[in-house]
Nanobody, 117 residues
């Protein structure tokens, strides 16, 4: 049974930090391209960052998160991370992890991140 379980979300003040985790099971995690997406209220889901299967390549789709967010993965633990620093109110969203290999595409249930004073 394929599972992607996000955790680490919550309420944080502007300028604060959070570290999201995505725990994977039921598939060959180390052979999948992994990504973080987010969906803010009333907006479409958007790509935040992607990491190659080995972790050797990363890409940040949104220029607003470059230098503030860091995507990483630990294939020995079947887990992906998103370190988020200097958080802004506009980062408020549900954050989802995604795994892709060929035509296989898996999603987690999401974790809420709220940035507010």
């Amino acid at each position: 049974q394929v599972q992607l379980v996000e955790s680490g979300g919550g309420l944080v003040q502007p300028g604060g930090s959070l570290r999201l985790s995505c725990a994977a099971s039921g598939f060959a995690f180390s052979s999948y391209l992994m990504s973080w997406y987010r969906q803010a209220p009333g907006k479409e889901r958007e790509l935040v960052a992607t990491i190659s299967n080995t972790g050797g390549r990363t890409n940040y789709a949104d220029s607003s998160v470059k230098g503030r967010f860091t995507i990483s993965r630990d294939n020995a633990k079947n887990t992906m991370y998103l370190q988020m620093n200097s958080l802004k109110p506009e980062d408020t969203a549900v954050y989802y992890c995604n795994a892709v290999r060929g035509n296989l595409d898996y999603w987690g249930q999401g974790t809420q991140v709220t940035v507010s004073s």
